[in-house]
């Protein structure tokens, strides 16, 4: 009894550390480029205070993921297991063609919101508004779905894009233009299309 609690916990610690790890790497990939690290660049331009901003955008990731991965997790209890399989496939496939498309900032993004609630309330404010409806919040709904692991979901897509974002913050522009953006795009493109490709053929990384 004991042999299999001590088997079937390290499987699920195994499980979460593969949802973990697939989660931050792809979010991570995903964000090089992101308007979101753009305008990560942006802030820490216009305020010159990095740590204030790196809270916030940890702040903002957090709400913004916790709410994108709940509802990944609810539509995937909508959905047939068949449909399921077809929704992911094609949702993974589509982020990997999304994923190689420039992304640019526009004007009303890239000015800080007017509020009273300094640095870090400007930070939160503004990232979270700006990564509504953008390719890591979608990746965070589908990922979420896939996997059935929130927390682990979570954590992992906010340290990917903490992980993409923080250089950003304290090195500004010599960080951005050292990046080979195009082939960090096309190694998560090829990411997201192979879990796209696994769901396709039914196989779910959560029961291997």
């Not at 550390?17 to 216009?46: M, N, W």
């Not at 077809?86 to 900032?105: E, K, T």
């Amino acid at each position: 009894m004991n042999r299999r609690l001590r088997i079937h916990g390290l499987r699920i610690t195994s499980l979460m550390t593969e949802a973990f790890l697939v989660c931050a790497g792809s979010v991570a990939l995903a964000e090089i480029g992101d308007k979101t690290q753009l305008l990560s660049l942006v802030l820490a331009a216009r305020y010159r205070k990095p740590w204030p901003i790196v809270f916030g955008v940890l702040a903002a990731t957090l709400a913004n993921h916790a709410g994108a991965g709940a509802l990944g997790q609810w539509l995937s209890s909508l959905l047939t297991p068949d449909a399921m399989r077809w929704a992911l496939a094609l949702s993974f496939i589509a982020m990997g063609a999304w994923v190689l498309v420039p992304d640019r900032l526009r004007a009303e993004d890239a000015r800080p919101a007017q509020t009273r609630l300094g640095i870090f309330g400007t930070t939160v404010l503004t990232f979270f508004i700006a990564e509504m409806g953008d390719k890591t919040q979608i990746a965070t709904i589908a990922l979420a779905a896939r996997f059935h692991d929130l927390p682990s979901v979570v954590i992992g897509t906010t340290l990917g894009m903490m992980l993409a974002n923080v250089p950003a913050i304290f090195l500004g522009e010599r960080f951005a233009h050292r990046l080979p953006t195009t082939a960090v795009h096309a190694v998560a493109a090829v990411m997201f299309i192979v879990l796209g490709v696994l769901a396709l053929c039914g196989i779910d990384l959560s029961s291997q």
